[in-house]
T-cell receptor, first 116, second 114 residues
Framework: DAMVIQNPRYQVTQFGKPVTLSCSQTLNHNVMYWYQQKSSQAPKLLFH???????NEADTPDNFQSRRPNTSFCFLDIRSPGLGDAAMYLC???????????????FGDGTRLSIL | KQEVTQIPAALSVPEGENLVLNCSFT??????LQWFRQDPGKGLTSLLL?????REQTSGRLNASLDKSSGRSTLYIAASQPGDSATYLC?????????????FGTGTQLKVEL
C-alpha cells in the first residue's frame, strides 16, 4: 500500500522549461518535505510545510518553489530548470511535533528529473 | 553546521557475514537518529529510528546503536543476505518549530555476494 505517492516516476524537461512534480499522501500527516538527491550524494532538504506554514531552507535556490493546496497534496515547481537541477526529488511526510516527532519520516519512491 | 559522515563508503561481503556500518555526526545536540535503506533508483525505506533517550533499537537481523556523547551510531546486520544489497543512509534529526529536520550522511553502498 503506497502511502506517499510521487508522480511521475521519471520526468524529462527542456532547459529553462518550467516543470512541476507532485506528491500525495494517504497518511494524513501534518508535515510534507521535499528533498533533492543528486547522484551518489545525500538527500538535501529543500523546504517543508507544517500544515499550511511554509519553511524554506536558507540555501534553496529561488528557482524552486512549492505549493500545498491541501493536507494530501504537495507540489514542487522548478521555474527555469538548469542542467544542475537534474536529480532525484524525494517527497516525505511526518506527523510533526509532539508525540508525532518520534515517528519516522515516510518517503515516496521519488521522481527522477532529467534536463535536456 | 551539522555534518554526518558514513564509513565505509562501499562494502562488499560474502553472504552470511555479520557486518557493521558506521555513522558519525559533529553536533551531539540531536533529537533522534534514523537509518534508511535505498535501493537503486528508489526512495528511502525507514529501517530503524533511535530516540535520543535510547541506546539501541532492534528489528529482525538489524540492530542500531546510538552514542550521542561521542557522536556515533552503528548499524549491525546479522547473517547478511544478497537481498540486503543496497545503500544504507543514516540521518540525524533535530526538531524545528515546523517539523523534524533530517541531515543525511552520504551512505554506505553494500553488496552481499553469493
Amino acid at each position: 500500500d503506497a502511502m506517499v505517492i510521487q508522480n511521475p516516476r521519471y520526468q524529462v524537461t527542456q532547459f529553462g522549461k518550467p516543470v512541476t512534480l507532485s506528491c500525495s499522501q494517504t497518511l494524513n500527516h501534518n508535515v510534507m518535505y521535499w528533498y533533492q538527491q543528486k547522484s551518489s550524494q545525500a538527500p538535501k532538504l529543500l523546504f517543508h510545510y507544517y500544515d499550511k506554514d511554509f519553511n524554506n531552507e536558507a540555501d534553496t535556490p529561488d528557482n524552486f518553489q512549492s505549493r500545498r493546496p491541501n493536507t494530501s497534496f504537495c507540489f514542487l515547481d522548478i521555474r527555469s530548470p538548469g542542467l544542475g537541477d537534474a536529480a532525484m526529488y524525494l517527497c516525505a511526510t511526518s506527523r510533526g511535533t509532539g508525540t508525532g516527532s518520534n515517528q519516522p519520516q515516510h518517503f515516496g519512491d521519488g521522481t527522477r528529473l532529467s534536463i535536456l | 553546521k551539522q555534518e554526518v559522515t558514513q564509513i565505509p563508503a562501499a562494502l562488499s561481503v560474502p553472504e552470511g557475514e555479520n557486518l557493521v556500518l558506521n555513522c558519525s555526526f559533529t553536533d551531539s545536540a540531536i533529537y533522534n537518529l534514523q537509518w534508511f535503506r535505498q535501493d537503486p533508483g528508489k526512495g528511502l525505506t525507514s529501517l530503524l529510528l533511535i530516540q535520543s533517550s535510547q541506546r539501541e533499537q532492534t528489528s529482525g537481523r538489524l540492530n542500531a546503536s546510538l552514542d550521542k556523547s561521542s557522536g556515533r551510531s552503528t548499524l549491525y546486520i546479522a547473517a547478511s543476505q544478497p537481498g540486503d544489497s543496497a545503500t544504507y543512509l543514516c540521518a540525524v534529526i533535530i526538531l524545528t518549530g515546523g517539523g523534524n529536520k533530517l541531515t543525511f550522511g552520504t551512505g554506505t553502498q553494500l553488496k552481499v555476494e553469493l
